[in-house]
């Protein structure tokens, strides 16, 4: 599974509990998703730097990828091509 969805479902469920909890204590909706917010930020901040890191080097390894594939640019260039061969057709008399 992918870090990124790993460390989003955490996060998710480390809300999900702490908003349940709180609205089991009776607090108002909006007080129990703020504090909810700032619980699941701090656990996984402290407890799951592991996937945190995985996480950023999912982004770094995206980063280093080459941004042009080289089939794509060969295909790019033999459509063009095509086209000016066909341009030149249409310009004869």
Not at 47 to 73: G, I, K, M, T
């Amino acid at each position: 599974m992918s870090p990124w969805i790993q460390y989003s479902l955490v996060r998710l469920g480390l809300f999900g509990v702490s908003f349940g909890l709180l609205m089991a204590v009776s607090l108002d909706w909006w007080w129990a998703a703020i504090i909810a917010t700032i619980i699941a930020m701090t656990v996984s901040y402290i407890f799951f730097s592991s996937l945190r890191d995985a996480v950023a080097l999912d982004l770094a390894a995206r980063r280093e990828r080459p941004a042009a594939d080289p089939d794509a640019e060969a295909e790019d260039a033999a459509a063009d091509e095509r086209a000016d061969d066909a341009a030149e057709d249409a310009a004869r008399p």
